[in-house]
């Protein structure tokens, strides 16, 4: 009985996490969504960034025509076809962050208008993907970012003042993608985000 018992615990554990692993959540919630436009550009920041991406690729094949993934160092997982793979600073952004936030704008600026966008996003992004405001520079983000971070602010807390200082957070990079349609797809490592 008391094998049964554990047998049958084992089981619902390693159903609860492959149920929220990164690819089988992308995928799964990919298999609800109905693309109208013809080519997808795919964005993927955060830690999960490259698995997200690869399953989306995995998923939607070719509807995938280019994309980007900006992930933490150390997580990129080799190749994916047509899109570029980018790794950067977490949890302080650093160049490669601007670097790869950068180019991530530029592809976007330029695709056509059968293109639509699909935005996956993981724990780290707000570090990962940064692009400075005007007269703010790398270093006073660095530096911000370190004092918060020591004083024991919360990440909620952290992006509250990182939207004020950054090109393409507190919706400023909806307005920048305008007016193509962004899917997005968000996993939170933050108890409470829905």
Known sequence: MRKILIDDLKEIINYSIESVLPENAVKNNLRKLEFKEKKIFLIAIGKAAWRMANAAKDELKEKIKSGIVITKYH????????????????PIPDKNSVESTKRAVELIKNLD?????LLLISGGGSSLF?????????????????????????????????????????????????????????????????
Do not use: C, W
């Open 75 to 90: 997580h990129s997982q080799g190749e994916i076809k047509g899109i570029e793979i980018y790794e950067a600073g977490h």
């Open 130 to 194: 940064e692009m400075p405001e005007e007269g703010v520079t790398l270093e006073d983000l660095q530096n911000i970012t370190e004092q918060l971070l020591k004083s024991g602010a919360d990440i909620t807390e952290i992006n509250a003042i990182r939207k004020r200082l950054s090109k393409v957070k507190g919706g400023k990079f909806a307005e920048l993608v305008y007016p193509k349609k962004v899917y997005a797809l968000v996993l939170s490592d933050v108890l409470g985000i829905n």
């Open 113 to 117: 208008d059968e293109y639509s966008i």
